[in-house]
């Protein structure tokens, strides 16, 4: 039995997305911003989308920018406000130490405009440091950018506390929220985010889409520039087909949610995995404060790539890399004190929606049986 728990990573079409795409792939292939019959369909069925997304994030539609992915969204979001910001004299950007390299690399690469980065550490469970996180923000600051959850461990950050240090300061907020939106309820408005970027693979819709929540009244320059799209806030004609799927699997996140279905199969995992190892599996990430989805494991005294190569047919990650046999380490776990036993036995599990009790209880056996 083929078994997947990699959902962090990417999320198969729900079969809601797939019967939403359909009448788009053959007659629904006008532009938007035509003003004849096929264009107005196209409008229709965007405005429609981008009403579906908003309701997800309990936002308007005017703040909701479609984009190519959380990555754009999330590079958008950076690379404008702290450019537009060095005039005012603030030129520093503050992150956490586990963000994800959409937010990382364009921090990096900012510094080439004299853009400094203050990255503040997390615990050993990987939530952030406040009172660093406090110290790091001042009068120099344009810009707070912090996850909502980690992608590898799933601990969910404190955004709400964050934000109200970062605007008691001048400086604005931008959330990652790709992992969390659609596993749970992630509303911009009470996380105090200026600004907040999804991808939609994350939630059963199809790669190549994402959105960027824009604050009422905030104005950014665009990323991509040309056209009048999105009410001039980033150009080129609107991918209906893929904007339409995105509301569908936003229409799915609000009228059925499924928090409880992701936790008891992560804890089905857990227990089951526990009771077998005992004290040489290790629990990474906060026991608590986390996305109900996401399990990362470390088999103490193994390598996780081995782990995985020993179990084909289940499909899971390590947050190490290995290359012309040297691994590097997670710099999630790394980032968090782990060992470097514990950062080399790490596995991340993830369920999601079709995941069931049988496929479950079918990786436990596996994994035990290669143990």
Request: net charge negative; aromatic share 4%; hydrophobic share 45%.
């Amino acid at each position: 039995m083929r078994i997947y728990l990699d959902y962090n990573a990417s999320t198969p079409l729900l079969p809601e997305v797939r019967e939403a795409m359909l009448p788009w792939l053959d007659q629904g292939f006008g532009n938007p911003s035509s003003p004849h019959w096929a264009g107005e369909g196209a409008a229709a069925a965007l405005r429609e989308a981008r009403a579906r997304v908003a309701a997800l994030l309990g936002a308007s539609p005017p703040e909701i920018v479609f984009t190519s992915g959380g990555s754009e969204a999330s590079n958008w979001a950076i690379k404008s406000v702290a450019l537009a910001a060095v005039a005012r004299g603030r030129r520093k950007i503050v992150t956490s130490a586990v963000e994800h390299p959409a937010t990382m690399v364009p921090c990096r690469y900012l510094e080439r405009f004299g853009i400094t980065t203050t990255v503040v550490p997390v615990d050993d469970e990987g939530l952030v440091d406040l009172d660093a996180m406090a110290e790091a923000i001042d009068e120099t600051t344009a810009l707070v950018s912090v996850m909502h959850a980690n992608n590898e461990v799933g601990t969910l950050q404190p955004v709400a506390a964050i934000a109200e240090l970062a605007h008691a300061a001048g400086a604005l907020l931008h959330c990652d929220a790709a992992q969390s939106v659609g596993k749970i309820a992630v509303h911009p408005a009470e996380l105090g985010a200026d600004l907040l970027s999804l991808a939609g693979h994350k939630l059963y819709a199809p790669k190549g889409i994402g959105v960027l929540y824009v604050r009422p009244g905030l104005e950014l320059e665009p990323l991509i520039h040309g056209g009048g799209h999105e009410r001039g806030r980033r150009a080129g004609t609107e991918n209906v087909l893929f904007a339409v799927a995105l509301g569908a699997a936003a229409a799915v996140a609000v009228d059925a949610p499924c928090v409880d279905h992701l936790a008891a199969m992560r804890d089905r995992l857990h227990r089951g995995l526990a009771a077998h190892f005992g004290d040489r599996l290790l629990l990474n990430g906060h026991p608590a404060e986390r996305l109900p989805n996401t399990l990362n494991l470390s088999f103490l005294g193994r390598r996780g790539h081995d782990v995985l190569a020993r179990v084909p047919d289940l499909a899971a990650s390590t947050g190490s890399a290995c290359h012309s046999g040297e691994v590097s380490l997670s710099p999630v776990l790394v980032a968090m004190g782990k060992s470097e036993e514990a950062c080399l036995g790490a596995v991340r599990f993830s369920t999601g929606r079709p995941t069931t009790a049988a496929e479950i209880d079918e990786a436990v056996e596996q994994l035990i049986r290669t143990s």
